[in-house]
Nanobody, 126 residues
Framework: QLQLVESGGGLVQPGGSLRLSCAAS????????IGWFRQAPGKEREGVSC????????NYADSVKGRFTISRDNAKNTVYLQMNSLKPEDTAVYYC???????????????????WGQGTQVTVSS
């Protein structure tokens, strides 16, 4: 079973940047599409971004489009989420999960994701 571990969170000022990593322990990592999600206190979990198994297809929530970039390095079994121009409303616990052969089209959030990581806290505050 795929195991995912997130890292890279922290405290950053508004306008700053962070890069989150989602490291996987899997022999066939390049089979799995990966999604990044976040959950702020008192709010529902939100799908932030998705990347297909090959990396050829990506998708972003409107709230992060143009500021966040998802990428993957299959040789390192890692997916990244580069977050720029961070805003206080980006504050949340960020999780990655695998979506199997998810295509990362506009309906990617309807796909069941599994193998959730433990999450990494991102706090944007001055």
């Amino acid at each position: 079973q795929l195991q995912l571990v997130e890292s890279g969170g922290g405290l950053v000022q508004p306008g700053g940047s962070l890069r989150l990593s989602c490291a996987a322990s899997a022999f066939i990592f390049d089979y799995y599409g990966i999604g990044w999600f976040r959950q702020a206190p008192g709010k529902e979990r939100e799908g932030v971004s998705c990347i297909s198994s090959s990396g050829g297809s990506t998708n972003y929530a409107d709230s992060v489009k143009g500021r966040f970039t998802i990428s993957r390095d299959n040789a390192k079994n890692t997916v990244y989420l580069q977050m720029n121009s961070l805003k206080p409303e980006d504050t949340a616990v960020y999780y990655c999960a695998e979506g199997g052969s998810v295509s990362c089209d506009s309906h990617w959030r309807d796909v069941p994701f599994s193998s959730w990581g433990q999450g990494t806290q991102v706090t944007v505050s001055s």
